[in-house]
């Protein structure tokens, strides 16, 4: 089968490969239809996760039919068109009764970090689904049936990135009619945006990025106002300017590790090692109000030895709550919402391109080039 495979940093190239199999009854195999390219993607393109090993097939927002079951499988069935949640969970063991699928004790046979389809193997070292087969373990627990109204289009991003933003606006304790901050718009800061406004009753939401494209879709999209950080001398300052000398009731941090460099000069100094800068989360922890809550669903993968104010955090009250968003808890609903029309997760869809032409979608998407949001792998 061609699948994406990593041969170091900055360079993946779609080659043959074998095609899965059934290797206990609980798995599945499927034959993708649509597979999508995410930010944290290029954290593994560009060499910054740990572990990340050559001829390692990525990708973990993945769409397909059915086309194999092991023989303990009952949930689903060969022909069955379904959604695959990132997380690898089995459903049984005791994080996963906690409804905290992320951690799963059974799919990660290296640490407690939890399973992800096509990430290091830090996670598992399960290969994903940039390819044109996919091998899904706990096929009883994670895949998802999709209703016919929905399209592969609307259903992948449940996958993932929906459900990620949608888990960063609910764990950012919005107060009804409270004014919430995203940094970072690409695809999770989007749909932390969208869902902090629809679902979570934000009155106001601010957008902080330097794209401007990126900055146009928050604002026409999620309803956002917006702030080009390469445009204001201080992000944190210009935020409690908005907020009336306070600051957001809540900020989410949807960049993670390859945050921009940009920090205010003030904060300058040792933050920037061969990881990246957390600048963003750094900003959110200044700008947040004194008792309110930073959202953290940018992935932090590497050991970070940077400063972060802790101390300005804890003695003003801040809240911290961050993770790897368990999407069984939230998939479902969602589902239904966007059944109903309630939501289309597909508007921030740019790009559509054969599963040859991998390379080159990460390449516009690292680069932002030709008004690149998000990118769908057709095999």
Same mark, same amino acid.
């Given at each position: &089968? ?11 190239r779609?080659?043959?490969?074998? !095609?899965?199999v059934i290797?206990?009854?609980e ?9 999508? $390219? ?14 990340? =090993?050559?001829?390692h ?15 303990q ?7 069955? =068109? ?6 690898i969970?089995?459903?049984r ?10 951690l799963?004790?059974s ?12 990430y /290091?193997?830090?996670? #598992?070292?399960?290969?994903g ?21 929905? /399209?592969?289009?609307?259903?992948? &991003?449940? %996958? ?15 107060p009804? #009619?409270g ?6 718009? #690409? ?8 869902s ?5 009753g934000? #009155? ?30 201080d ?11 306070r600051?957001?009731?809540?900020c ?24 990246? %800068?957390?600048?963003?989360? $750094?900003?959110?922890?200044? %700008? ?29 009250n801040i ?9 069984? !808890?939230y $998939? ?15 508007f ?15 390449? $516009? ?12 792998l057709?095999?």
């Amino acid at each position: &089968m061609k699948a994406l495979s990593y041969y170091g940093k900055n360079d993946v190239r779609v080659v043959e490969k074998p !095609r899965p199999v059934i290797e206990h009854p609980e798995d599945a195999i499927l034959r993708v239809t649509t597979a999508a $390219i995410c930010g944290s993607d290029l954290h593994l393109y560009h060499g910054l996760v740990p572990d990340t =090993r050559i001829g390692h097939t990525f990708g973990h927002e993945t769409v397909g039919i059915i086309e194999e079951v092991g023989n303990q499988v009952t949930q689903v069935k060969t022909g069955d =068109r379904v959604v695959v949640p990132f997380n690898i969970a089995c459903g049984r063991c005791f994080q996963c009764r906690l409804q905290m699928y992320s951690l799963c004790e059974s799919a990660n046979p290296y640490n407690e970090m939890g399973a992800i389809y096509g990430y /290091s193997h830090t996670t #598992g070292g399960y290969d994903g689904a940039q390819a044109e087969y996919v091998r899904v373990p706990f096929a009883n627990t994670g895949p998802r049936k999709i209703p016919n109204e929905i /399209s592969d289009e609307q259903a992948v &991003m449940l %996958a993932d990135i929906f459900t990620t933003g949608h888990f960063g606006a609910d764990i950012a304790d919005i107060p009804e #009619g409270g004014t919430v901050a995203v940094f970072g718009a #690409g695809p999770g800061g989007l749909f932390a945006m969208k869902s902090a406004k629809q679902f979570f009753g934000a #009155g106001r939401v601010i957008a902080i990025d330097k794209v401007p494209y990126r900055l146009q879709m928050a604002a026409e999209q999620c309803g956002a106002e917006t702030v080009n950080f390469n445009e204001v001398k201080d992000v944190v300052g210009h935020l409690k300017e908005m907020t009336d000398g306070r600051g957001p009731d809540s900020c989410i941090d949807a960049v993670g590790l390859e945050a921009d460099g940009s920090v205010p000069q003030a904060m300058q100094g040792t933050f920037f090692l061969q990881a990246g %800068a957390p600048t963003a989360l $750094i900003w959110a922890l200044h %700008a947040v109000r004194p008792g309110g809550t930073v959202s953290i669903i940018g992935v932090y993968g590497p050991p970070f030895n940077h400063f972060i104010p802790f101390g300005w955090a804890m003695n003003r009250n801040i809240t911290i709550r961050m993770g790897q968003t368990p999407v069984l !808890r939230y $998939i479902d609903d969602l589902m239904e919402r966007t059944r109903t029309g309630e939501i289309d997760p597909s508007f921030l869809v740019t790009h559509r391109l054969p599963l040859e032409q991998a390379p080159h979608g990460y390449e $516009i998407f690292e680069r932002k080039q030709d008004n690149c949001v998000k990118v769908l792998l057709k095999p």
